[in-house]
């Protein structure tokens, strides 16, 4: 029996190493993405963000997204790995038509932030993990009523086929209405916020009437 034993050992490891070799997508040979900025629907253009620098650290531009998304690859040497996404940026409200490929193709997280970039606004020297911050802070402040991709899709399949998705202006975030072809309006700041008291799912912490009085909200 001890004979056997022994035997069946070197067995077993030589399957294990043959499951963990050159056929398995190690950790160490993917690019984990924070951020990617979409623009150019017509031939689209893919700028990845990392965890870690403050800039773009790799661009690509294709026929498609998906041959976008290879060619912003190749610099890094790397196999993109985008099921860590925290935001999808873009210029041109078509690419909403793009989310629910891209969440089923790269499974992406549901909890990923969408936003809408006003024209003439890029990202490549901006750190978008900050930028992710801000988002989920304003959401917590009652800037921005709650919203992710998950949510967005949602909306889009309903029957208005139109989403709430982030935006800013200079004074600060607001929020787009879009639909997966076209931007119908950008709301201002007062009545984003608003929309946070009708969906009811992140009142503000504190509002100021027009006597400069401080109210705290409880319930």
Known sequence: ???????????????ALLLTGCGATQVRDRAYVQGIELSRIAEPTVH????SAESAVSSGT??????????????????????HLELIAYHE????????SLMTQYRLSPSCHVLLLPAGTVLD?????????????????????????????????????????PTFMENGFTAAILT????RSILSADAAAGLCWIRGDNFPAQIATANRQTYR???
Not at 62 to 83: D, M, R, V, W, Y
Not at 128 to 137: F, V
């Open 1 to 15: 029996m001890t004979h056997k034993r022994f035997l069946v050992l070197p067995v077993f490891l030589t399957g």
């Open 48 to 51: 990845l963000h990392d965890f």
């Open 62 to 83: 294709g026929s498609t997204l998906e041959t976008a998304l290879e060619q912003a690859a190749i610099p890094l040497g790397k196999a993109l790995f985008l099921g």
């Open 93 to 100: 409200a078509a690419f909403s038509g793009t989310l629910d």
């Open 125 to 165: 020297d901006t750190d978008t993990s900050q930028l992710g911050e801000q988002l989920r802070r304003a959401e917590e402040n009652g800037v921005l009523p709650k919203t992710n991709l998950f949510g967005i899709l949602r909306e889009m399949d309903s029957t208005s086929q139109t989403a709430l998705v």
């Open 180 to 183: 997966p072809k076209t931007r």
């Open 217 to 219: 909200i409880q319930s």
